[in-house]
């Protein structure tokens, strides 16, 4: 395991808590833990993904260069997380496909949520 959590920031949590759980239950990780104004996806002692206001409380700003890459059980995942992004308020980055210039295997798709921060899924598997 390369990580314990992602933490992204959320300014409007109603907007993006809909966004979120459509995306996180294709890729089939659960919620966790929930509060006003965020909520937590994955195990509270495996690796998880956080949404909510910056700790700093200043408002979130989108890190240029940076995504979040989710593991993708199989490529039709990662079709239907594509999916499920743009009908829940998110952004094309990149349609679902092959990227063989990662790898033979390396299918992704790349989105923004509402608030513009990146995020791929991606399925290594050589399976359909």
Known sequence: ????????????FA??????DAIMQVLAIDPFMRRDDGKAYGTPTGPKLFIGPAYD???MSIGNGSHAA?????????????AAALAHG???EGAPGLRPHYHPNYYGAYVRDPEGNKLQAVCHSSRE
Do not use: K
């Open 1 to 12: 395991m390369m990580f314990s959590h992602i933490t992204l920031g959320i300014d409007d």
């Open 90 to 92: 998110g952004s094309d």
């Open 57 to 59: 409380g200043q408002p």
């Open 70 to 82: 989710f593991l993708a059980p199989s490529r039709a995942a990662v079709d239907a997380f594509h």
């Open 15 to 20: 907007r993006a808590e809909p966004f979120y």
